[in-house]
């Protein structure tokens, strides 16, 4: 079913994204599930913005990556804006998130959020994340 949410995403919302996929958090780290199109960071720490989106189980905009200094995991230098969405069981408990990446700086908003969001419960990926994504 990850692959089946990258393929969807990546043709739905492709035009803006640099990079997309799935981290699974397990103890201090994230590690990578699946991704479109190249490589990325893996495992990563939780100090970055997949980390905070995922401990905090709220979505995450960030207009320019540049601004959070040691808070930003730059697996591409080109990358300038970043959206991360928690993907969560059930009971509320977050066991990952999906984050993509953009070559252009504002390149997600609140419906982005709320497409990758549908998208990861129509699959039965996620139950739907509750409050206004924070945005950066």
Do not use: Q
Request: with cysteine; proline share 6%; hydrophobic share 45%.
């Amino acid at each position: 079913m990850f692959r089946r949410a990258i393929d969807l995403l990546w043709g739905g919302v492709g035009a803006g994204l640099s990079w997309i996929g799935f981290y699974e958090a397990a103890g201090d780290e994230m590690t990578l599930l699946c991704r479109e199109p190249k490589p990325a960071c893996s495992p990563i720490g939780l100090h970055g913005m997949c980390g905070r989106g995922w401990g905090e189980r709220r979505a995450i905009i960030i207009d320019d990556v540049a601004t959070l200094g040691s808070n930003y995991i730059a697996c591409d230098p080109r990358d300038r804006s970043e959206v991360v969405v928690p993907v969560l069981n059930a009971d509320g408990s977050c066991w990952g998130v999906l984050d993509a990446d953009s070559y252009d700086p504002a390149s997600f908003d609140e419906r982005d959020v709320a497409g990758m969001s549908g998208v990861l419960a129509a699959l039965g990926l996620s139950v739907p994340a509750l409050g206004t994504p924070l945005r950066l």
